[in-house]
């Protein structure tokens, strides 16, 4: 198809554009590579270099993968939809059986929708309605963390912390943000007992303050994703969940960007030996062959809901797409049978282990962390305070990594890398040796 010269008219999310409708192909391109093909951890453009993919938390099985394509080809071919606003087929409930095993919830059950905000909107809109059920409608409020995100529609985006509240003016009511304890940039002074029992006192102050029987739930990203792969202490969790039970708040983990394989574990709730009464999922779970979230309900909200039959008003047309069900059992089969999990925690443990013994020296890294294949590095323009790099440093770094055959997140001075988990020995040499590089060649 024949492109205008000037003018652009597709509107690309999040990022800022200069008056695209002045825009030309070649400016848009210095911000997007143009991706014609994607084969395992690689992807290509169109003027054929080729970049290791670490973008996104998406591809759990890398990209082209013969075995996903011929299940959802055969798929298109038997079934290609079926609306399961009134109509069943068999992948959406083997999906939904598989998933509460994987999640330890045998006895919950699955809703589906079309990505991960999906999921977060429908585990806060099953909360609300379950207090309603119970006879406590005005439990209507919300509580999530610092440096969260949880989604961009009006209410996954109301209790997330990256200016996507703030730019739509108000979304829902009653959203309530508590410190998180973050361990690079800590809320307050101290050491990790300090940060955490700080934020912890934070958290049941708002509860007290707010009347527990005001609030629905609280909202966790075990391991914050756009935040810059931010990790907490490892009981921070399970605290978050004691006070939660005490005051008899639902907890909803948003696992969107840590389900499914992504931390070396099938949720990373399991690592940090939690039990939330809902978790959200979405981008691995479909590895990017499909859209589609998920929302695993514990089987006393659904015994609430349903206690005198009922309705859950709440769905979309494609929700539950044989195809994406079909592609979500055929990765997940294919994590348990090629040993996945375990890979990717050696892996990643590996590229962690290397980036430290190489880069901990460097005098613009200031922290390297992660789990599994969710990895950061951040970089700063001075370790002492800690200051961001600047806007001039963050592009040069972006285009040397660029041009050293690596496509990553470069977000706030916080590089995040979200290998697939398929992994070779061969690629993570080579993601860890041009990332050494390309610091060496930074001023
Ligand atoms: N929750 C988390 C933790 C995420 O990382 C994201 C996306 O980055 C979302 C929710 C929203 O998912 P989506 O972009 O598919 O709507």
């Not at 394509?69 to 079934?79: F, G, K, P």
């Not at 006895?107 to 991960?116: I, K, P, Q």
């Not at 997940?332 to 290397?354: K, P, S, V």
């Not at 294949?373 to 800690?386: D, F, G």
Request: aromatic letters at 10%; glycine letters at 10%; charged letters at 20%.
């Amino acid at each position: 198809m024949k492109q205008s010269a000037k003018g652009y008219r597709f509107l690309h999310p999040f990022t800022f554009m200069n008056n695209p409708l002045q825009a030309t192909a070649e400016e848009v391109r210095q911000t997007y590579p143009c991706l014609t093909k994607g084969e395992g951890a690689w992807v290509y453009d169109d003027a054929g270099n080729r970049y290791l993919y670490l973008s996104t938390a998406v591809p759990t099985v890398g990209l082209g993968n013969r075995r996903v394509i011929q299940a959802m080809t055969e798929q298109y071919e038997t079934l290609s939809f079926a609306s399961t606003c009134a109509q069943g087929h068999p992948f959406a409930n083997q999906l939904s059986e598989r998933l509460t095993r994987i999640a330890h919830h045998e006895h919950a059950m699955v809703f589906f929708s079309n990505d991960g905000s999906g999921a977060v909107e429908t585990a806060m809109k099953l909360v609300r309605q379950y207090y309603r059920s119970k006879g406590e409608p005005q439990r209507t409020r919300f509580l999530s963390f610092e440096g969260s995100y949880h989604g961009t529609t009006f209410g996954s985006g109301s209790v997330t912390h990256m200016g996507i509240k703030e730019s739509f003016g108000p979304g829902l009511e009653g959203c309530f943000s508590i410190p998180a304890p973050h361990l690079y940039r800590p809320p307050v002074a101290g050491d990790e007992a300090a940060f955490e029992q700080y934020c912890l006192e934070q958290l049941e102050k708002t509860i007290l303050t707010l009347g527990a029987d005001t609030i629905a739930a609280i909202l966790i990203e075990p391991i914050q994703g756009v935040n810059g792969v931010v990790l907490f202490p490892q009981d921070f969790w399970q605290k978050v969940q004691c006070i939660a039970r005490r005051y008899d708040l639902l907890l909803i983990a948003d696992e969107v960007g840590t389900g499914l394989g992504r931390t070396g574990h099938w949720l990373a709730s399991h690592h940090y030996g939690i039990k939330p009464d809902l978790v959200a999922l979405s981008k691995g779970l479909t590895g990017g062959y499909f859209p589609m979230g998920a929302t695993i309900i514990s089987e006393e909200i659904i015994a609430e809901l349903y206690k005198e039959g009922g309705i859950f008003l709440h769905g979309s047309t494609l929700c539950g797409h044989p195809v994406a069900c079909v592609a979500a059992l055929t990765i997940l089969e294919m994590i348990e049978q090629d040993g996945l999990l375990e890979q990717a925690r050696q892996r990643g443990e590996w590229i962690l282990n290397r980036l430290k013994q190489s880069l901990l020296d460097h005098p613009q890294v200031g922290d390297i962390r992660g789990m599994g294949m969710m990895l950061a590095i951040e970089l700063v323009s001075n370790r002492e305070t800690k200051t961001s790099v600047s806007f001039a440093w963050s592009r040069a770094f972006t285009a040397t990594l660029r041009q050293a055959g690596i496509l990553a997140n470069f977000f706030n001075g916080v590089l995040s890398m979200y290998p697939p988990l398929t992994l070779s020995d061969d690629e993570a040499d080579y993601l860890v040796t041009r990332l050494i590089d390309v610091l060496a060649k930074m001023p």
